[in-house]
């Protein structure tokens, strides 16, 4: 996979731009849409069925594409670990938080990920500089501003704020399951290692959620409310990781981190579309901020 940002040729480019522009789009609308399942689907089912579809998936073009899915009994352990991270504690978090807060607000706030990133590796020795220690203390300024939404006064309610600080707590769990993945990630590829973790966790998730799972309503469940969560599935859990890893080998880490602001703008467009939501001036003020913060620690 490539790292740096020297352009390939012409036609590499496009192709690369086309299957990121693909997973972003795939991700940005998995907000709304998820949002919806979650209207009638608890939490910990909808993470547990949808990510364990999407390690079938992963499973299956691994195959097509003859790459060794066998592990090793470490590689297994490791593996778990990271299962219970990015899909037990990230998406069940996610969704828990999703179901209690407006879909608009969570695409803003699950991208303090990487300021958690750059706090876990100060933490390890790496110190951030100058420019990086502003662009995280503006971070966190733009959420408390799009959590608030106010400039002129403190109005936190127990309504949505659960909520909010789910999606933020689920960021965090993101940015730590990205130190411990890394150099399994590094040895065996981003594909190999998400479908297993797929696996892990959403069997985590799946025995955690045994009541849960008998208590569903699966009669209740609409063939729209089907596809809905077909679609969160197959694009947003499944082909959007396979489109983004595509999309980084041809263009590179450094452009292709570029489309990944491109998500929570296209979330609160389609959130406001699809689901009526609203958005006010204070919260948009509050995503800016939160990603001008995020790109100065990123760039530092």
């Known amino acids: 996979m490539a790292h740096g940002s020297t352009p390939p040729e012409n036609g590499r480019i496009r192709s690369g731009d086309i299957f ?3 997973a972003v789009l795939a991700w940005g609308i998995n907000f709304p849409i998820a949002k919806y399942v979650l209207d009638f689907m608890d939490p910990v089912v909808f993470s547990a069925t949808r990510y364990l579809t999407a390690s079938m998936l992963l499973f299956g073009f691994l195959l097509l594409r003859n790459i060794a899915i066998a592990i090793s009994l470490k ?3 490791m593996l778990l670990l990271i299962g219970l991270l990015s899909v037990a504690l990230f998406q069940g978090g996610w969704a828990f938080g999703l179901s209690l807060t407006s879909a608009s607000k ?3 706030l699950i991208t303090t990920s990487p300021i958690f990133g750059a706090l876990i590796s100060a933490l390890m020795g790496n110190r951030p500089g100058k420019m990086a220690c502003f662009g995280i203390l503006l ?4 959420v408390a501003v799009v959590i608030n939404n106010s400039l002129t006064e403190i109005t936190f309610s127990a309504g949505s704020i659960i909520g909010d ?3 933020v707590a689920a960021a965090m769990m993101w940015a730590i399951y990205t130190f411990v993945a890394g150099p399994l990630v590094a040895r065996r590829g981003p594909l190999l290692v998400t479908a297993w973790a797929n696996l ?5 998730l799946m025995l955690f959620g045994i009541p849960s799972l008998f208590e569903q309503n699966w009669e209740n469940i609409s063939v729209l409310g089907w596809m809905s969560w077909a679609i969160t599935a197959i694009f947003g859990a499944a082909l959007a990781f396979v489109w983004y890893c595509a999309g980084i080998a041809r263009l590179g880490v450094t452009k292709g981190m570029v489309y990944s602001f491109l998500i929570p703008v296209i979330a609160i467009l389609s959130s406001v579309i699809l689901l009526d939501e609203v958005i006010t001036f ?8 939160v990603l001008i913060g ?6 530092d």
């Open 282 to 289: 204070v919260q948009v003020l509050g995503a800016v901020i």
């Open 165 to 167: 600080m789910l999606i």
């Open 20 to 22: 990121l522009v693909g």
């Open 200 to 204: 892990f966790g959403s069997v985590v």
């Open 139 to 142: 971070s966190f300024f733009g």
């Open 106 to 108: 969570a695409s803003v």
């Open 75 to 77: 590689e297994a352990a």
């Open 294 to 299: 995020v790109k100065l620690t990123r760039a």
